[in-house]
């Protein structure tokens, strides 16, 4: 079974500064999809972004961007000039479609505060 | 474009109730999914529709959770008898469809606490 793991319980950075989100994952698939999701107090799931894992190049979205390592099986996302409005939970998913259903599995998750 | 609706927002039921949660999905969305997250954790998948027909439900309980897409549009998620390890968030969400590369878009969840 597919799992994935945050390390990072809690991670906090200042106003304006980078900072990076761990995320390690476990298959034994080829093709593959891995996403970051934000979850605010709101509880919404925000997509952030996404990379397909046949693809070399790193996905990248504005001020976020993700360091992809295949065959380290790690998926870690970079936030640029962090801003308050970043504060939230975040949320590692692989996704894979088998028979049909598409299973999305989520890591535990890391909470990133911004200090102004 | 609307979003995923959900309603209700927060629930308050005691333990052996029962409780019923709708979802709306996002217009032309064959693909609808109803999850649950525990406080501290991430989603958990317990449902995921492909129009009306059930596509996977290996970890839905079934003794006590159910769930039903007429018309291929909206849903509704039931529990009967509610327990205590059933408080929790319950999120919908919805894709185009059931394609790896259609990205989920999630609704703002139903707050569930038992007491």
């Known amino acids: 079974a597919q799992t994935v793991t945050q390390s990072q319980p809690e991670m906090s950075v200042q106003e304006a500064e980078t900072v990076t989100l761990s995320c390690t994952y476990d298959t034994s698939e080829s093709d593959y999809y891995l996403f970051w999701y934000k979850q605010p107090p709101s509880r919404q799931m925000i997509l952030v972004i996404r990379?397909?894992?046949?693809?070399?190049q790193n996905a990248t979205e504005n001020r976020f961007s993700v360091n992809f390592q295949k065959a380290a099986k790690s998926f870690s996302l970079k936030i640029s000039d962090s801003q308050l409005g970043d504060a939230a939970m975040y949320f590692c998913?692989?996704?894979?479609?088998?028979?049909?259903?598409?299973?999305?599995?989520f890591g535990q998750g890391t909470r990133l505060t911004i200090n102004p | 474009e609307a979003g995923v609706a959900q309603s209700p927002r927060y629930k308050i039921i005691e333990k052996r109730q029962s409780v019923a949660f709708w979802c709306n999905p996002i217009s032309g969305h064959a693909t609808l999914y109803w999850y649950q997250q525990i406080l501290g954790q991430g989603p958990k998948l317990l449902i995921q529709?492909?129009?009306?027909?059930?596509?996977?439900d290996s970890q839905l309980p079934k003794d006590r959770f159910s769930a039903e897409r007429l018309k291929g549009v909206d849903s509704t998620l039931k529990i009967q008898p509610a327990k205590l390890e059933d408080s929790a968030v319950y999120l919908c969400?919805?894709?185009?469809?059931?394609?790896?590369?259609?990205?989920?878009?999630f609704g703002d969840g139903t707050r569930l606490s038992i007491l």
């Open positions: 969400a919805s894709s185009l469809r059931g394609n790896s590369n259609q990205p989920q878009h």
């Open positions: 998913a692989y996704q894979k479609t088998t028979r049909g259903a598409q299973k999305l599995v």
């Open positions: 529709f492909q129009n009306n027909g059930v596509v996977d």
């Open positions: 990379q397909e894992a046949y693809k070399q």
